[in-house]
């Protein structure tokens, strides 16, 4: 501690240069009243703020000294006792806090988690089956990688004719790479027939299927296998997927096979498809075609993905040969 504020000037300076303590002439008076056993001069007041000194029984006006041990017990018991208090504080609202922690902590494990993971692929298959009869309003899906196997797309002709049946909205994305697969395209034309929407686009997200808005499944790439799976319930997660597939699905290519005629399509009459096409019967390649018509390659990309659709192709090499098999492409 420091002089009391009532010191004098030069004990107060050296209390202030020598840091928290007793100043030295503090201490020498209080070495005076130990070896003479009594104080008849003024004390500084440290002293006997700190109880090192009281008056003497027979004559107040003379100090004896109190052994520091004392003065201290009486200086802190106190202290002590109000942080005794406060530890018994402390340790009663850790016990009243600990209640409620527990009954958090067991309705935290009995309610679903929100993100689940799916270990096998029969796990998974089982899970999609119930997910697919739950559905009641919005089944999306991106599937990527191109043409999907003949069993996966045998059991998605098993499983989605009962979702469109109850007037669920289905969408599917895939990328352009199916639109020439003969088995991608009849399964597309069936599910089109009983009311499924699909798009392709270039480039796709990681596969994704979403429920009613609020059920998501995605791949769990963390492991080597590929059979293991995140079922996620977060609205927050759902929420924000859905709009990702929204975002792709407005500005993907339609697919829409049913109302495609059998016959030749009509002659081409955009100028700037009909050069884009010209171009690529030529063997150039999507970066030079854009570098002479002044187009980016992605427009030359959906030039040539509108055409393949509009006359069947199954390549580029098909397109260009029914191109020139049926005079599309000739000067008018």
Same mark, same amino acid.
């Given at each position: ?64 000294? *109190? ?47 929100? *993100? ?25 899906? *991106? ?47 069936? +599910? ?102 002044? +187009? ?37």
């Amino acid at each position: 501690m420091r002089c009391q504020n009532d010191c004098r000037d030069d004990c107060r300076d050296d209390c202030e240069e020598n840091g928290p303590g007793l100043c030295g002439e503090t201490l020498e008076s209080y070495r005076t009243a130990v070896s003479h056993g009594v104080l008849t001069a003024p004390p500084p007041p440290c002293l006997t703020g700190l109880g090192l000194l009281r008056p003497h029984p027979a004559d107040a006006r003379r100090l004896v000294p *109190v052994p520091p041990d004392v003065a201290q017990h009486r200086l802190v018991q106190p202290l002590e006792q109000a942080l005794r208090e406060r530890e018994s504080e402390l340790l009663s609202l850790r016990r009243t806090l600990a209640q409620a922690d527990s009954v958090y902590r067991q309705e935290a494990r009995q309610a679903p988690a929100p *993100v689940q993971l799916l270990r096998g692929n029969d796990v998974i298959h089982q899970k999609l089956r119930q997910l697919n009869a739950a559905c009641r309003q919005e089944l999306q899906a *991106v599937q990527p990688g191109g043409p999907r196997s003949a069993p996966a797309l045998a059991e998605a002709a098993r499983q989605l004719p009962d979702v469109l049946a109850r007037g669920v909205r289905h969408r599917t994305l895939y990328q352009h790479t199916v639109r020439g697969h003969p088995a991608m395209t009849e399964f597309m034309t069936a +599910m089109q027939q009983a009311g499924g929407q699909f798009r392709t686009t270039g480039l796709l997200v990681d596969r994704v299927i979403l429920y009613d808005r609020s059920v998501a499944l995605i791949p769990d790439h963390r492991y080597s296998r590929p059979d293991h799976a995140l079922l996620i319930e977060h609205p927050a997660i759902t929420a924000y997927l859905a709009g990702v597939f929204d975002l792709i699905w407005d500005t993907a290519e339609p697919v829409d096979l049913v109302d495609t005629p059998t016959s030749t399509p009509p002659l081409l009459t955009d100028e700037k498809q009909i050069g884009v096409l010209r171009l690529m019967v030529q063997g150039h390649t999507d970066a030079s075609i854009a570098a002479r018509l002044g +187009m980016s390659a992605r427009s030359v990309s959906a030039h040539i993905s509108r055409a393949s659709t509009a006359w069947g192709s199954r390549s580029r090499a098909h397109l260009a040969y029914l191109l020139a098999e049926n005079g599309a492409l000739r000067a008018p």
